[in-house]
């Protein structure tokens, strides 16, 4: 059966590839570095079953001391230039885009047919793993097709990698980070603290009120938490079933939906949600890290607010 | 109750408002907070570490950047801005309302991992949006390219947030249905998504109301073009020492420098 460990490792090698290439790259000024910095990814995807919790966390200090105290940079590997890039595209035209879509038709119709033909019940791939696998799939179909297409050199996919993968620097690894932050927020009681704080603030007797207490919550939560998963037990614990459900008599169905939804709203306007956040504003190679969330905060409030007002409206009709 | 562990929330609000390395910053909360519920620093070091290691499922995605890479190498994102170039009335706003449609929709129906910055945010939508914003607004400074570059990841944002809920076999249908069946209400998956719909369409509104938005100002602060029409006024027919620049839609066949290569 395929599983996931298929897929560790597949992204670890590649990441050690990375290592190596950093290591042997004379012109970069942090190569060791860098080698250092991928070389522990791939030792994290290959091996982090077997060097043990506290293997782990060192490995974890480890990429963080790297990134942290300026150890890692950007490179510059051998790529095109932006004039040899635009006779390509006068010449291949829109046949480009054809290689784009190999990994995501893979994934879709691949997650389609695993899901809803009997091909389902051969049972090869890990349960509820299947898109990660057939993205992968798609990867090495997309790989193979451009290598037979265009007969890159044979080092190029790796190299092209590193130049974005160094791109976007330690921002690769933050969500992984952040989500490990999460965990010990979690078992140091802050949910419960957070509950707490919030039902002390509650009018008493206001429906509408306790209706904007919940919504603001959930956002406030999750900006902190960085993910609405984390705010919506403890929310829901503190003011949506006590109060909201019983209470007041709404409707559990909207104030669970919406409920997440003011979260979600939250999660547009954090750092803390690093992927969505941050990653592409590496990604990007924007100025200012912050630059998406700014453009997210005038869309997140007033759906805040309108999510406020559609529980309000819609649960307790 | 223990209050303590609040200051390591403290500590990441000041780390990020400080805008101080994310990675030191979130090393550091994570220490103080598990030390300041109680543990002792190995077990705070192995808590860690096992849970980036159960998270490790995050670093698949980026898998897709040796495909990636190699298509921009040959020219990708100078075809996605080649194809915006030809059409009559693309605009930055209609580009990014569209992906934001396709982006809920294809989410809606269980799609939300075929899309995505690394997939698709930045070989293709960011520079069709730049391409788009070129023809509106002429060739952009460089606070309008990050502006437009920032839109279109939180396009992919938006789209991506306020579709996939409406997707019953989701995770956070699944939580939700959890969480509540431990008090007893007993919900089916649909009809938890269902109630996603609402918010789903507003959130359509409201941020393809600010892609308009966007698209008005890209517009109205194009540089003045001088000579446009022919009227004394604008500058035609009369030569006053201004040199006329060439029409805007010159630049057409000279590549983009900026902004394009290491985008």
């Known amino acids: ?107 879709l119709i691949g997650t389609l047919v695993y899901n809803y033909t009997a091909v389902g019940d051969l049972g090869w791939i890990e349960a509820k793993r299947e898109t990660y696998v057939f993205l992968g799939l798609g990867v090495l179909l997309a790989l193979a097709t451009l290598f037979v297409w265009l007969r890159p050199p044979a080092i190029a996919p790796l190299q092209e990698g590193r130049r974005l993968i160094d791109a976007i620097g330690w921002a690769a690894v933050l969500p992984q980070m952040l989500a490990a932050l999460g965990v010990l927020f979690a078992a140091a009681g802050v949910g419960e603290i957070i509950g707490s704080a919030t039902r002390s603030v509650i009018p008493e007797g206001s429906i509408f009120l306790t209706v904007v207490v919940f919504g603001v919550g959930m956002a406030l939560f999750t900006i902190i938490m960085g993910n609405a998963f984390a705010a919506f037990p403890v929310m829901a614990a503190a003011i949506g079933v006590p109060l909201l459900i019983k209470a007041y008599d709404g409707d559990p169905a909207v104030v669970g939906a919406i409920g997440m939804l003011a979260g979600f709203c939250g999660t547009l306007m954090t750092p803390m949600a690093a992927n969505f956040n941050l990653v592409p504003a590496a990604l990007l190679e924007l100025k200012d890290q912050y630059g998406v969330i700014k453009r997210q905060i005038p869309t997140a409030l007033p759906l805040l607010v309108a999510n406020i007002l559609l529980i309000y409206f819609l649960a307790f009709r | 109750m223990n209050y303590w562990p609040l200051l390591g929330i403290a500590l990441v609000v000041l780390g990020f408002a400080l805008r101080m390395n994310p990675m030191i910053v979130v090393t550091a909360a994570a220490i103080v907070t598990g030390l300041l519920a109680g543990m002792d620093g190995v077990e705070v070091i192995s808590t860690f570490g096992k849970a980036f290691n159960d998270n490790r499922i995050i670093a698949i995605v980026w898998i897709v950047l040796p495909v990636i890479g190699l298509l921009e190498r040959f020219g990708l994102q100078q075809q996605a801005a080649a194809v915006i170039r030809r059409m009559k009335n693309a605009t930055t706003g209609r580009l990014l309302i569209l992906y934001l449609l396709y982006r809920q929709i294809t989410a809606a129906i269980g799609l939300h991992s075929t899309a995505g910055h690394p997939q698709t945010v930045r070989p293709l939508v960011a520079p069709m949006a730049l391409a788009a914003a070129e023809k509106q607004h002429g060739t952009l400074d460089e606070d309008t390219a990050e502006s437009v570059k920032a839109y279109s990841a939180a396009t992919d944002n938006v789209g991506l947030f306020f ?96 902004g394009e290569d290491e985008q």
């Open chain 1, 1 to 107: 059966m395929i599983t996931l460990q298929w897929l560790y490792a597949l992204a670890g090698t590649m990441f050690a590839a990375f290592a190596i290439l950093s290591a042997l790259d004379r012109g970069h000024s942090k190569r060791f570095g860098n080698a250092a910095f991928w070389g522990l990814m791939a030792l994290s995807l290959l091996g982090g079953d077997v060097i043990g919790d506290f293997g782990n966390g060192l490995l974890v200090l480890g990429l963080a001391g790297l990134a942290g105290f300026g150890f890692i940079g950007r490179s510059h590997p051998p790529t095109t230039s932006v004039e040899e890039r635009q006779g390509w595209a006068e010449k291949l035209g829109n046949k480009l885009f054809l290689p784009a879509l190999i990994i995501p038709a893979t994934a």
């Open chain 2, 163 to 258: 579709g996939e809920d409406i997707f019953f076999a989701i995770g956070s249908i699944v939580l939700i249905q959890a969480t509540l069946a431990t008090y007893g209400y007993d919900l089916a998956p649909l009809e938890l998504a269902l109630w996603a719909i609402p918010t789903a369409i507003l959130a359509f509104l409201i941020h393809g109301a600010r892609l308009l938005w966007l698209d008005r100002s890209l517009a109205t602060s194009a540089p003045a073009v001088v000579g446009e029409g022919d009227h004394p006024r604008d500058g035609g027919g009369v030569l006053d020492g201004r040199r006329t620049p060439p029409p805007r839609n010159a630049r057409s066949p000279s590549p983009r420098t900026r």
